[in-house]
């Protein structure tokens, strides 16, 4: 069973009025009054579509890429609810992160829905109904973020934004057979978002493909002095996988999967494919991290929850849904002592964890232990909840990165998803090897480029997320990998460019350093006219690259460099931008 879903690279084949218009008749087609709980009038955003045609897509990434936003985030004119009719209230101001990329040039077709207050990983805890999955209607669409993950895999957004304090990101994901990215909290602002548990949410990106989520992410990043949960991070984006990492994965003993079969055969399977990378799996013992996973419900995070909707459950708590009142009501007998308790005894948890995850590059779990229908949910919503929280709960309260990706399949023909999980900051490198196990890469790392195109190697502002990057996808290229240079080459600042731009300049050897870069593929037509249109002092050449292989790329005239600032210590353009901004 495949999705819908469209890649970026798909996307930007139409204008922003044909996308937008696409983008309706998906939900037309889909004929789900569920999947969002309000939607923008089509005419509205066709507006905004034509003047953004009319203008041009310079200086905006994301050029008329239709998204869709949880509805716990807020997005200007538009109402908020986090899925409870009671506490919606129309907001003039889009969240931080919404409006990042709304300045990027994407154009948010709606609100989705949720388990009320983020409360859930199921996706059927909502009063506007529940969202039909895209794969099988029979199965819930997996939560809180369910609308948001649905919305993508019927072709309906680009991306859309969902939330993830203990799942919600990549359990829908992994559901619906499409990519999750759980950003490092505070990666992302949080600042315009509902709040579940205020210190360890974050904002989370649905998308078709690695890439695709990786460069939403990348744009929605930036430090926000007014999130005090906002953080200086690396950028996100897609690292070079290295050629040999170490992954922890649970004992054998340790594998949980509720009785599912099919789910414990597709993990072993995937597991053999993330190997067959050149990945060394490493079995560790996982009860540590699974008693941090505990704590989440039965410790006092539970509070956080009661302390967001304070108002509601203390005076009007017969508008909850009655799982959600059910869930957050159970924080009302714990004392300040108890939440002291909790927290020491999660700091010494992450001490003993800590050695653990030293020795490794990752871990890698599965999505989804379980598969369950909407029927099997119903009848016992708290139990087969808890059992999909197994492999995400300890993430965030342990400070982690993740992101989860569809590998193989299983032996009913739904999709089977790792989660890579890893230190916070490491988003980009997560990304790196969830690209390669997306792309079906072979051992090393490397990724098959299409037949007869050329592979074009670029540093500056034709990365992914970065403002000339439709140059590329508009001609139908094909993000390869993340890689950098041999340590032959000086980044340069060039004065008086807009957008901004580097100039990659090959210099004596010793003199240099490796510079990150990434590699596209193009038809050889599309080659020719995007070669046609780079302006001086740029131009191309062939670039060695750190694997001993060379491709053509970017580099610049020496002359245009004598004024220009070395920023080669940064060791990417992408960082350099991002610390000066």
């Known amino acids: 069973m495949r999705t819908s879903s469209r890649s970026f690279a798909q996307w930007r084949t139409l204008s922003a009025t044909d996308a937008v218009r696409q983008s309706y008749a998906a939900i037309r087609d889909a004929d789900d009054p569920a999947i969002f709980i309000s939607l923008k009038p089509e005419e509205e955003a066709l507006v905004e579509a034509e003047a953004l045609d009319a203008a041009g897509p310079e200086g905006k990434p994301l050029f008329g890429l239709p998204f869709a936003v949880k509805d716990n985030i807020d997005v200007g004119g538009m109402e908020t609810t986090a899925a409870c009719r009671e506490f919606a209230h129309k907001v003039e101001v889009s969240a931080f992160a919404v409006a990042r990329l709304e300045a990027a040039g994407a154009i948010c077709i709606g609100k989705t829905n949720l388990d009320q207050f983020a409360t859930g990983l199921v996706g059927v805890r909502s009063p506007y109904g529940v969202p039909k999955n895209a794969l099988d209607p029979a199965l819930i669409p997996g939560g809180s973020s369910s609308g948001s993950a649905v919305a993508v895999a019927i072709g309906a957004a680009a991306f859309a934004l969902g939330t993830d304090t203990a799942g919600s990101g990549r359990i829908p994901a992994g559901m619906n057979g499409i990519v999750g990215l759980k950003p490092s909290v505070g990666l992302l602002s949080a600042t315009g978002m509902v709040p579940a548990c ?225 230190k916070a900051g490491s988003d980009a490198r997560l990304a790196g090897t969830a690209a390669a196990l997306e792309a079906g890469a072979r051992p090393g790392g490397e990724i098959t480029p299409p037949e007869g195109s050329i592979t074009l190697a670029v540093v500056g502002a034709h990365l992914s997320g970065m403002p000339l990057n439709h140059e590329l996808t508009s001609r139908d290229a094909v993000f390869l990998r993340a890689t950098a240079t041999t340590p032959d080459y000086r980044l340069f600042a060039l004065d008086g460019t807009a957008p901004p731009k580097p100039g990659l300049l090959r210099v004596e050897e010793g003199r240099g350093a490796g510079i990150a870069v990434e590699l596209w593929a193009l038809s050889p037509e599309a080659f020719g006219t995007f070669v046609a249109a780079i302006p001086a002092p740029l131009g191309i050449g062939t670039l060695d690259l750190e694997d001993g292989t060379s491709a053509k790329g970017f580099l610049v005239e020496a002359e245009a460099v004598k004024t220009a600032r070395d920023i080669s210590d940064y060791g990417s353009w992408r960082r350099f931008m991002a610390e000066a901004s």
């Open 198 to 422: 205020r210190t360890l949410d974050t904002i989370s990106v649905f998308a078709a493909t690695v890439a695709d989520a990786a460069e939403a992410t990348a744009v929605a990043q930036a430090y926000d002095a007014a999130d005090f949960m906002s953080r200086d991070l690396p950028p996100a984006g897609v690292a070079p996988m290295p050629p040999h990492i170490t992954v922890g994965v649970p004992l054998p003993g340790q594998r949980q999967f509720f009785g599912d079969a099919m789910a414990q055969a597709a993990y072993e399977a995937d597991l053999d494919s993330l190997a067959a990378l050149g990945a060394t799996i490493r079995e560790i013992d996982f009860e540590p991290l699974h008693a941090v996973a505990r704590l989440l419900y039965e410790g006092p995070w539970v509070a956080e929850r009661y302390h967001a909707i304070r108002e509601i459950i203390e005076t009007r708590p017969k508008v909850l849904h009655p799982i959600t009142r059910k869930i957050i009501g159970g924080a009302e007998g714990i004392t300040a002592v108890d939440t002291f308790d909790a927290m020491y005894k999660l700091q010494t948890m992450r001490r003993q964890v800590a050695p653990v995850l030293a020795g490794l590059d990752c871990l890698a779990v599965p999505t989804v232990p379980a598969v369950y229908t909407v029927a099997q949910v119903e009848a016992d919503p708290v139990t087969l909840n808890s059992n999909l929280g197994t492999y995400t709960n300890f993430v965030n309260l342990l400070d982690l990165a993740a992101i989860s990706v569809p590998v193989g399949a299983r032996d009913d023909g739904l999709p089977s998803s790792l989660t890579l999980i890893g």
